[in-house]
């Protein structure tokens, strides 16, 4: 696992050491080496995490020629057998890392070779025989990648810290991420919350020939369900594409460990590492003790039935949180709005401290269908069939109740609902994952012009399926919330930590064969993932099959009355929202104090609004226009 970042300068020489500084920048994702290549037009930079071939390596590789030279980030599962069938074709090797075989592949079979690589990467290929430089990112977006272009030059980076670094990329807040973020609690790609930054699709290669850029997919997934397999074919096929990919995910020359929630996905992985490890495994978690979505028990069970060594961290107030996500700010690249990051961060803290890879059940809810969305998405067929003003007066009703500190208490989930069930059936799923309505956006920052969350929709090919149908829901979150959300959330504070996370259920055949199964066979009923729970029933313990889903999260609502009040209050003061010139104070206060004073939950909303606020005070982001910049004041000049 590494970091990349690099520049071009066509016209003329960049400033001594700005390579080195963008290197810097992201030492974090790769403290075991550092390195720079650089010629007239290009210049590239590499940290690096070593996980395969501990003496041999190092990067920037080069050709064996000199022509062409690569960064590289991520791991290739199958560069074995890739290495094998071009050292026949004539190809040398001077180490047994994968980076050296993805440029031999590249030379071979030019981008084709994009397609041969199985894994999670990120890279750039410095090509002087056409003078190309190519940026490439893997299939479902698990590696970040970044880039900007000013006038002929382009900048790119792993992270948005790489870009930074540079005085000519401009720190403006882009307003149509901002809206975005808003209603998602993520920036869908290729948005950024940075104006002018942009992310590089998944499956994509962009090629920068001359000043002039250029982007082409190699990969792209299709939903087309094959009515003629059988359940148990299907089945049989998933259990055998998961030996595969996890016995392929435990290739490491450094100790491993997998993470374990205690549900069905994380103990499905260990199940089959458990299958191939021939060492006792280790094992990590992080509880809420106390907390009514703590998943101690579960996880305890497993590690039992397993014989793990096994590693649990309890998240609680008396850690310093405030802390903890005033550190995020920084490492988060952009503002992580997502809550789960907080216990993902302490999970990789630990994590590091025992071992260098960690295995996540990272990507079975977006391919076989396992949130609670899914079931809502189709209750709300139902539910629409009757009269609207019957739901909007439930909806008042319900306003008259309590709010209480449980996230996942009945009268929020049954809010959520009814006013889902208002919306259409895609801009409703995308909302009961997200956070806030047209309108409420509109009272945070009536200065701007909102974008619909629909537009994501209206980007899927035609055959994504009829509005509402599972497919097509699985597919926006296949292209949106698993990579800008899941993977954004996991690769930054795991790598904050220097840690590797691979996720086996994200190998692209396992994705590409969910992708071909009838919808019956991933909700069934009430059933949810139900393939994968009927596979490995029998396999993992019945009480994790039996268990409710339960998401990665904290005690939002009561923290932000609680630990988490000073922070906020210091934060996102009157001051520093008004000088923003985007967000309306007077809305602001009244979401705060109807949280405080329980007469509504916000604690998400509010969640993404201290990181936002936090990001744009570490970053010094600009949120007015060029001609009229301001900056949001430091946290040292908040009152």
């Given amino acids: 696992m590494c970091g990349i970042a690099g520049f071009t300068h066509l016209r003329r020489a960049p400033a001594p050491g700005r390579i080195e500084d ?64 071009l050292r026949g074709l004539g190809h040398p090797f001077h180490s047994q890392c994968d980076t050296e075989v993805v440029l031999a592949a590249y030379r071979q079979w030019g981008v084709q070779s994009f397609k041969r690589l199985r894994g999670m990467f990120a890279f750039a290929i410095w090509d002087q025989r056409g003078a190309d430089l190519l940026l490439v990112r893997d299939r479902l977006g698990i590696k970040p990648l970044y880039f900007f272009q000013k006038g002929e030059d382009l900048y790119f980076g792993s992270e948005l810290k790489a870009l930074f670094a540079h005085p ?69 096929e998933l259990d055998r594409l ?88 920084f490492y988060s690249d952009e503002p992580s709005a997502d809550a789960g990051a907080l216990p993902v961060w302490y999970l990789s803290k630990m994590t590091r401290q025992q071992v260098t890879v960690a295995l996540s059940g990272d990507g079975a809810d977006e391919i076989f269908g396992g949130y609670q969305t899914y079931l809502a998405d189709r209750y709300a067929v139902q539910a629409r069939r009757g009269p609207a003003f019957l739901r909007r007066s439930a909806l008042k009703a319900l306003s008259l109740w309590p709010a209480s500190d449980d996230k996942i208490s009945f009268e929020y989930k049954l809010k959520r609902f009814l006013e889902g069930t208002l919306l259409s059936p895609e801009e409703a799923h995308l909302y009961w994952n ?46 949106y919330y698993l990579p800008d959300d899941i993977l954004y959330k996991c690769d930054r504070m795991s790598m904050a930590h220097s840690l590797e996370v691979r996720p086996p259920f994200l190998d692209h055949r396992i994705v590409e064969f969910a992708a071909t199964l009838p919808e019956s066979f991933k909700v069934n009923g009430s059933n949810l993932k139900h393939i994968l729970r009927s596979l490995v029933s029998g396999k993992i313990p019945e009480s994790v099959l039996e268990r409710p889903k339960q998401g990665f999260d904290i005690p939002t609502h009561h923290w932000f009355r609680t630990v988490f009040k000073p922070l906020l209050l210091d934060t996102v003061n009157e001051r520093a929202v008004r000088e923003t010139g985007v967000f309306s104070w007077p809305a602001i206060h009244k979401m705060m104090q109807d949280h405080f004073l329980r007469r509504a939950n916000h604690g998400y909303s509010l969640w993404g609004l201290l990181s936002l606020f936090l990001w744009m005070k570490r970053w010094k982001i600009r949120t007015t226009r060029a001609d009229t910049t301001t900056t949001v004041p430091s946290i040292a000049t908040m009152g």
């Fill in 242 to 329: 998961l030996r595969l990919s996890v016995s392929e995910h435990l290739l490491s020359d450094v100790p491993l460990g997998i993470w374990a929630s205690g549900g069905v996905d994380s103990t499905t992985v260990l199940h089959y590492a458990a299958e191939n490890a021939g060492t006792k495994l280790k094992t990590f978690s992080v509880s809420f003790r106390g907390r009514s979505f703590d998943e101690s028990p579960w996880f305890r069970e497993v590690a039992d039935r397993y014989g793990t060594e096994h590693h649990e961290f309890d998240v609680n107030p008396k850690l310093g949180l405030a802390d903890a996500i005033e550190e995020m700010a």
């Fill in 22 to 85: 963008a290197t810097r920048s992201i030492t974090h994702r790769g403290p075991d080496q550092q390195g720079t290549f650089s010629a007239s037009t290009v210049s590239l930079g590499a940290v690096r995490l070593k996980i395969i071939d501990l003496s041999g390596g190092d990067q920037p590789i080069l050709s064996e020629d000199q022509q062409s030279v690569i960064v590289f980030n991520g791991e290739v599962y199958n560069h074995g057998e890739l290495r094998d069938e």
């Fill in 434 to 479: 997200g956070t806030n309505s047209m309108s409420a956006k509109r009272a945070l920052c009536p200065g701007i012009d909102h974008r619909s969350t629909m537009d994501l929709y209206r980007r899927l090919p035609s055959e994504a399926g009829t509005a509402g149908s599972l497919n097509r829901n699985l597919w926006a979150d296949h292209l």
């Fill in 168 to 236: 000519e990329v401009p720190r403006n807040l882009d307003r149509e991420g901002l809206t975005y973020f808003l209603s998602l609690n993520y920036v869908p790609q290729p948005y950024t919350l940075a104006e002018g930054i942009s992310k590089v699709r998944p499956g994509t290669f962009l090629r920068w020939k001359s000043g002039a850029l250029t982007m082409e997919p190699y990969w792209t997934l299709n939903f087309r369900p094959n009515p003629r397999i059988s359940f148990e074919e299907a089945q049989s």
